[in-house]
Every structure is written in C-alpha cells, then in structure tokens.
C-alpha cells in the first residue's frame, strides 16, 4: 500500500492536470493528456474548452488552433458535448453502452426508423446540415419533462453521432454542423472490443488525473472512474483507498515547481467537489443557478491554484461592449500572504491580456 500525505497527493494531481509551472507544447497535446474538454455555452468569461486550454497553455493559445485542429487539421473531433483527440473516437463509440441514453436511444431511432433513414439520406446528398436544415418526420415524438422534450431533430442528428453514423464536422456560429461519420472518421477506424475500450479509458483517465478513487461518488462519474488501474494508495488524514497513476507517482519524486492559474468552473481538477474537497480541502459550488443574493462568490467564480493549493475563487465577468474584465472580487479562502496576492493579480492581468481587455475593479 503506497502512502502519501496531502501535499504529495495534491502535487501529483496538479502535475497530472498540466498546471504546474511547465507547460505543453500544443493544444492537441493538451487535449491527449487530458482526454477531453467540455463543451459548455456559458461564456461569463471565455467558453470552457478556452479557458482551460488557456490555463494550461497561457497566452500563445487562441480559440483559432481549437478551429483548425477541429475543422482543417482534424486532429481534434467534437463528440457528444467533449473534444477529443480523433485517435480517441474509437474508444467513445466502442464504449457507447455505458451513456445514460444508450437503451432508450435505440429504441426511439427503431419506433422511428423512416425520420432515421431521411436524415441520413438527407445528409449523404446535400452534405453538412445543421438542425433546422432537416426536416421533422418523426412518427413518436421524444418525450421528456425538460428542454429536450419534442425536439426530435436535435436529438436524431445527436443519437445517430453517438452511435457513430454521423459526426459533427464543423460548425456554423454556434451551430453543430453533422456530416457522415465516414466523411469525417479516420478511414481505417476500428474498433476495439468494449472491455478493451473501458480498460484503455480508465487507463488514460488516472493518467490525467493522477489520482482518484476507483469508483467515486460524482455525478457523471462515467468520466472520472479509473476502476482498479494504477496503483492502491492511501491519503494522509482521507478515509479510504485511492488509485495513483504509476508515472505520476515516478514524476512526485522530482522536484516541484508550481504557478498561479484561475481555472474554470468546470476544470478536471476540481470537476469531482468530494475530491477537491479531500484533497484540497476546497469547497466550490458554481452558482450561476442560484439567485444573485444567495451567491457566495458570484455568478461564474474561478477556482483559484497557487502552488499545490486551491486558495480562492475570482468573481469577474467579460464584458465584450466595453472591452473591459469587470473584477467584482477576490474571494480568499484564508488570509494571503503579498506573494500569492501578487500572484493572482498577474494572472488576471495576463487573462485580460489573453481576452485583449482592460481590467477594471468594483
């Protein structure tokens, strides 16, 4: 049984998740470490898969790259609501059972087979379309208590994605663009067996995180879930057992140089709350969902690393009129000695930089 203290255990996440002071050579090598990058609308700041490439590869990353490794170099794919790199496609579709959706699906493209066979036949003549483009001949209608409820087009041009029939090959705006998979896959995909593919998954998901429990408690777990890969480890002062990258634990022997970084809400570092909160001893909760007077540290806060340690959360708002990053506060977790508070300032003013806006304050 390895045994590691906190600090050990937060270092090797931290260096897991490309946030010490080295840094990636390219966006595509960041993407293949960290096996995707969510994709989420809101954009208080920058959209998620920006300002996570950005904390990771600083200023000379631009929301361009993302668009030409995505559309021209296709070194990257954009598959469900993640990138990932192309090579990882496979893995996806051969691990496609586990996806909440999966059962009900299929049985709603079987009650509906024609609209299925339009769509496809739609796409394979006229090329890309986007979902306003495809007409709606659903004969059973999808059913659902939320925004999805009746949005059959939508869900068609998803679930056939899911299920590697279509790819989304670009976008239009901010509108997927769905082409046939065999237009937008490698030509010699293959794909492994599901066992194969879980175990390659989990594999790649401890690399990236360094540490983590085996079968965590988050939602969407799926994700974070490295079942019995690496090797069994306890924390120091943290009930239970953990599972530890081999390399990541080699790499802890050498010398550790951290920086400062503000991260997204939906960072992998802190993705897992239990864990943040076991390892950092960081409570985060993103409150863009709660009434503004109920709010503890704003709207769209960023979690805030220095060194080996989650010290804060930064309320800030871009605001794309003015050319200005509003900063409505700093929030800090304990008091801050002038060098993490000189830190953190630096990092904003790099972030405006990478944003080309002024900082304001209050």
């Avoid at 920058?46 to 021209?72: H, I, Q």
């Avoid at 079968?215 to 599972?243: D, L």
């Avoid at 959360?313 to 000189?342: N, S």
Wanted: aromatic share 8%; hydrophobic share 45%; glycine share 6%.
């Amino acid at each position: 049984m390895i045994r590691l203290d906190r600090q050990q255990a937060r270092r090797i996440a931290v260096r897991a998740q490309l946030l010490d002071a080295w840094r990636p050579e390219s966006l595509v090598a960041t993407v293949d470490h960290l096996t995707l990058l969510q994709i989420d609308p809101t954009a208080a700041i920058a959209p998620n898969v920006d300002l996570v490439a950005w904390s990771r590869l600083g200023a000379g990353y631009s929301p361009s790259d993302l668009r030409f490794a995505l559309e021209e170099e296709r070194s990257l794919i954009e598959h469900g609501s993640y990138v990932r790199v192309m090579d990882d496609v496979v893995l996806a579709l051969a691990t496609v059972r586990r996806w909440g959706r999966h059962d009900r699906a299929l049985q709603w493209m079987e009650a509906n087979a024609a609209f299925r066979a339009d769509v496809l036949a739609r796409v394979r003549d006229t090329g890309p379309v986007i979902a306003s483009e495809v007409p709606d001949t659903a004969v059973e209608p999808w059913q659902s208590t939320g925004w999805t409820n009746d949005k059959n087009v939508v869900l068609m041009l998803e679930f056939l994605m899911m299920f590697g029939e279509l790819a989304i090959s670009g976008r239009r705006g901010r509108l997927r663009c769905f082409d046939l998979a065999e237009r937008v896959h490698p030509t010699d995909l293959t794909l492994p067996s599901y066992e194969d593919a879980c175990a390659e998954l989990a594999g790649r998901r401890l690399a990236s995180l360094g540490i983590a429990r085996a079968r965590p408690a988050a939602q969407f777990s799926e994700f974070v879930e490295v079942g019995e890969t690496g090797e069994e480890a306890e924390v120091e002062g943290v009930a239970g057992t953990w599972r530890v990258d081999t390399d990541a634990l080699a790499a802890s022997e050498e010398p550790f140089e951290g920086r400062c970084a503000l991260l997204s809400p939906f960072d992998r570092l802190l993705h897992d709350r239990d864990r943040a909160q076991e390892l950092f001893e960081f409570e985060y909760v993103l409150e863009m969902y709660k009434p503004a007077a109920k709010r503890r540290w704003g709207y769209f806060a960023l979690p805030i690393l220095y060194d080996d340690r989650l010290v804060g959360k930064l309320d800030a708002k871009a605001d794309r009129k003015t050319r200005t990053l509003r900063v409505h506060a700093v929030h800090e977790d304990f008091m801050w000695d002038p060098a993490i508070g000189d830190a953190v300032d630096a990092e904003v003013q790099a972030l405006a930089d990478w944003l080309g806006m002024e900082v304001t304050r209050g």
